[in-house]
């Protein structure tokens, strides 16, 4: 039994796969490549990420796949329903992830609120000179503490952002469109934990009264955030999309902030990648990470085992 990692997994996950009888093969074949490498090797199982497409050619001219694996949650990049119609196992792992793409949301949002990804980069150049102008210029921060959230989505990702945001003394509001009530329960490091039952609001509502808005929907076939939604939000206010790209109109996020309706963005996912639009990447209101929202080493473990242990349940069944 093949297995070709094409985007990595993790060692403990190709270890758990070799014990287990499988021959596990870590590489980057391109894209243009890789059916033909599917084919030479008698490839069973794909296991990729975000960079590998595995679209109706690929399934039609691979006919030694029993399995198509993706580590992470979103499976925009595989065609899913026709894979399942050839008989071919989909798998993914919605949880593993979770953790580490809540806790980048936070870690845009401390910065954003803080303009770190501004101060960053002007101490190098200015500091040693311009120190106390600098001070002034960042003297301006605000605390996220008694703030409102606003999560669109409420899914695994979507909670594990909500528990942090409620440690910190948030208020936590959410829309989802079939989460309507949610148990969120905050577990501490000496194990005790604490309970809040949310309940989601209408979306307009949502857009309405959040300081802050995260994202974290599936890929979407249209915007969901565009100069309409844009428009009755807060003034000031900051959205983070470390979602999918698509789901924010950039153009429109542009223009609310060169406008001052908006007083920041946080992206780690974009419209146009690999390759997002120069307008993003020079804006100094948008915080920016390339799509690195699973890449923790935790998660990365998380993630190589979970898949393992769904390949070798499927082989045994």
């Known amino acids: 039994m093949n297995v070709l990692a094409n985007d990595g997994i993790s060692q403990a996950g190709v270890e758990k796969l070799n014990a287990a009888g499988f021959n596990t093969t870590v590489k980057s074949i391109d894209q243009e490549k890789i059916i033909g ?68 949301v936070f870690a845009h949002l401390f910065g954003c609120v803080r303009s770190l990804h501004l101060s960053n980069r002007e101490m190098p150049l200015e500091g040693e000179k311009e120190f106390k102008k600098l001070k002034k210029n ?41 989460n309507k009530k949610s148990l969120i329960e905050i577990v501490f490091f000496d194990g ?40 009755l939000m807060k003034k000031g206010a900051g959205i983070i999309n470390a979602a999918r790209g698509g789901v924010i109109d950039e153009e429109a996020l542009i223009k609310n902030i060169e406008n001052k309706n908006l007083s920041f963005a946080a992206l780690d996912t974009f419209e146009n990648e690999p390759t997002p639009s120069i307008k993003v990447l020079m804006n100094q209101s948008i915080s920016m990470t390339p799509h690195i929202g699973a890449a923790t080493k935790e998660a990365q473990k998380r993630i190589g085992i979970e898949l393992a242990e769904q390949i070798i349940k499927i082989y045994d069944s």
């Open 192 to 231: 005790s934990s604490k309970n809040f039952e949310l309940t989601s609001v209408r979306f307009d509502e949502l857009l309405q009264n959040s300081d802050f808005i995260s994202l974290h929907v599936p890929a979407q076939k249209s915007h969901i955030i565009g100069e309409k939604e844009f428009s």
């Open 138 to 178: 960042y003297s301006a921060g605000v605390e996220l503490k008694g703030k409102t959230l606003g999560i669109v989505g409420f899914g695994r990702i979507g909670q594990e952002v909500a528990k942090i945001g409620l440690g910190l003394g948030m208020n936590v509001i959410y829309y989802d469109l079939n």
């Open 37 to 104: 490498y599917i084919n030479e090797n008698n490839i069973e199982i794909l296991l990729v990420r975000s960079a590998t497409k595995v679209r109706k050619d690929l399934i039609d001219s691979c006919k030694s796949l029993k399995i198509i694996g993706r580590g992470g949650v979103g499976m925009d990049n595989i065609d899913v329903s026709y894979a399942k119609d050839k008989g071919i196992h989909v798998i993914n792992t919605p949880a593993a992830s979770s953790i580490s793409v809540a806790e980048l």
